[in-house]
């Protein structure tokens, strides 16, 4: 079929788009044009992210972003790229970016499309050379094309998205994909400047070994957390925490395995967003076969009430996130 087509001819990530096309007869390379863009803005911040050490351009940037973090200058610098070459393709009218305090407007009355995005998620990381990744949701906007942008174009649940990825810089750069019809992993040739399809077809393994949970944070977890954890310490699993979403999530999906970031008692909706980080992770892992939710409720059904909002996160293997949530629920009654 296509896939092992593409497979075995070392298709790159513009051809499989091309072949992939007739699976939206109604998209009329809109939404192509967009992962492309995605694409393209990622190519200039891998070369940036690997140059960072050299042209010294890590380290802060001395102000802060809306979480109120230290703003590193790839964040400020990868923003600006993808903010530019989704402006510059023409099919997008809005933008929630980690990034931005509010929705970005892009005045483009022909745009059928929005995007959340986590330009570059994990920054704290760029520093001392861990992997660090671009998250990204593509919705079709709900009102009218060239009608103002209202909070229900960009307030959309996970259920909306059309397509989700993200693109790992680790020792190589990929870009992993869906648009709903299967998962795909493109390997990036610095070389050629091209992604060429290397993982077709991801399955996530429906059980695994691994659990990725900040255990420094165990004196604030829930019981349910302790239970989940502790079996999983019972049962010999191995505890592999990079502290980068985008590398932890990858390793689990091709491995098999479960991430965690529960709500905390200083954080009761945990610490990652809805919008431009749980999200797309969860459109990707259900399509993959895994399974993404809150510890009770599925990610993709959340209604987000604000942009920033933030969510707990139980994400990776199918049985082990119900396993998860199974223990959390006799907790909850054991209370
Ligand atoms: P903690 C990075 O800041 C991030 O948003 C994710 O990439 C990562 O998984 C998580 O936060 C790490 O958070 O509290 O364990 O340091």
Not at 109 to 135: C, E, F, M, Q, R
Not at 145 to 174: F, H, K, W
Request: net charge negative.
């Amino acid at each position: 079929n296509q896939g092992n087509l593409a497979y075995s001819v070392g298709v790159t990530l513009d051809r499989f788009i091309k072949l992939k096309q007739s699976d939206f007869p109604f998209a009329s390379g809109e939404l192509s044009q967009i992962l492309r863009d995605i694409a393209l803005a990622s190519k200039i911040v891998n070369r940036e992210t690997n140059r960072a050490g050299l042209s010294n351009i890590g380290g802060a940037f001395g102000q802060t972003n809306v979480q109120g973090e230290e703003q590193q200058k790839l964040d400020v610098i990868a923003n600006i790229r993808f903010m530019r070459a989704l402006s510059k393709g023409g099919e997008v009218c809005a933008i929630v970016s980690e990034e931005e305090d509010c929705v970005i407007d892009l005045q483009n009355n022909s745009g059928k499309y929005v995007v959340a995005i986590d330009p570059l998620d994990g920054s704290s990381n760029i520093d001392v050379n861990i992997s660090i990744g671009t998250i990204f949701s593509i919705y079709r906007r709900k009102t009218p094309v060239g009608s103002p942008i209202t909070t229900e174009d960009v307030m959309q649940p996970g259920n909306q998205q059309v397509a989700a990825g993200y693109v790992l810089y680790g020792s190589s750069t990929m870009l992993v994909y869906t648009t709903g019809f299967g998962v795909n992993g493109f390997t990036y040739e610095a070389s050629l400047g091209e992604f060429f399809l290397s993982h077709p077809s991801i399955k996530a393994p429906e059980t695994g070994k691994i659990y990725s949970i900040n255990e420094g944070l165990e004196l604030e977890w829930e019981a349910g957390v302790k239970s989940f954890v502790k079996d999983c310490k019972e049962k010999k699993y191995q505890s592999r925490y990079i502290g980068s979403l985008v590398a932890d999530f990858h390793r689990n999906l091709l491995k098999g395995g479960i991430y965690l970031y529960p709500a905390t008692f200083n954080n009761p909706s945990g610490k990652l967003r809805l919008l431009y980080e749980a999200n797309a992770l969860a459109f990707i892992i259900e399509q993959a076969g895994g399974k993404a939710s809150d510890g009770e409720n599925r990610i993709l059904d959340i209604q987000p009430e604000s942009l920033h909002q933030r969510t707990p996160l139980l994400i990776g293997s199918k049985h082990m996130v119900e396993e998860a949530e199974e223990l959390f629920r006799i907790s909850e009654s054991e209370i």
